[in-house]
């Protein structure tokens, strides 16, 4: 079945670093893939999504390149905030029938950013 | 525009007892989901709603049930209570289904069984 596998953490970094965080999957055919974060005591936010190889999807300075030769999407930021610090998850909604319309989730990167 | 709205944040029931959870989804959202946030479990697919009809359902056992109602509204219930449920409970929706629709999430319901 569909896996997504998330860079352990958790991650801690200074204000104005780089930030990546690696994710790779596993799945037939042409998954979606997104990057969700959650905020201590909220739900999920969706922050980028791309649909086909090659495409990137950004946000809020995240960028995140759907790389199909690697299974990878990794999320990199290139000058992290206070603000950004969050729990970070890797998603795919994969196409075949059994996986409809589910996302599968990474296990979640919790990022902290110390000013 | 409203987001996803859930009720109620908190929820604490007895073990054997039935929780009864609710979501409301974005205006114009057909498709409604539901993921469960246990700790050390990571977030997990329970259900799948559209056009009031059960898409499809995660591997969980059938005392997770749940409806979707005329208004694209939906309802999770849980019975006979195990400590394991306890939980954050996230609902999600979406446009139509569609295969490439992007899910928005609600802020949960933290369900506590003792």
């Known amino acids: 079945g569909d896996s997504v596998t998330q860079m352990e953490g958790p991650v801690t970094l200074s204000e104005e670093a780089f930030l990546t965080i690696n994710c790779t999957y596993t799945?037939?055919?042409?998954?979606?893939l997104f990057w969700y974060v959650q905020y201590p005591g909220e739900g999920l936010q969706l922050l980028l999504k791309a649909t086909k190889a090659d495409d990137k999807g950004s946000n809020k300075g995240f960028e995140a390149t759907y790389r199909k030769e690697t299974t990878s999407f990794h999320l990199e930021k290139g000058s992290v905030q206070v603000s950004d610090s969050a729990v970070y998850f890797c998603a795919l909604i994969g196409v075949s029938s059994g996986s409809a319309r589910q996302l599968t989730f990474g296990s979640g990167t919790q990022l902290t950013v110390l000013p | 525009e409203a987001g996803v709205t859930q009720s109620p944040t908190h929820l604490i029931k007895t073990r054997g007892q039935q929780a009864t959870l609710r979501c409301s989804p974005i205006s114009g959202h057909t498709s409604v989901y539901w993921y469960q946030q246990a700790l050390g479990l990571g977030l997990q697919f329970l259900l799948w709603?559209?056009?009031?009809?059960?898409?499809n359902r995660g591997n969980f056992p059938p005392r997770f049930s749940g409806r979707q109602f005329p208004n694209y509204s939906s309802e999770l219930n849980v019975n006979a209570l195990e400590l394991e449920d306890s939980a954050l409970y996230l609902c999600?929706?979406?446009?139509?289904?569609?295969?490439?629709?992007?899910?928005?999430f609600g802020p949960g319901t933290r369900l506590t069984v003792t």
């Open positions: 999600a929706s979406s446009l139509e289904g569609g295969l490439r629709n992007e899910q928005y």
């Open positions: 799945a037939t055919g042409y998954p979606s």
């Open positions: 709603y559209d056009e009031g009809e059960e898409r």
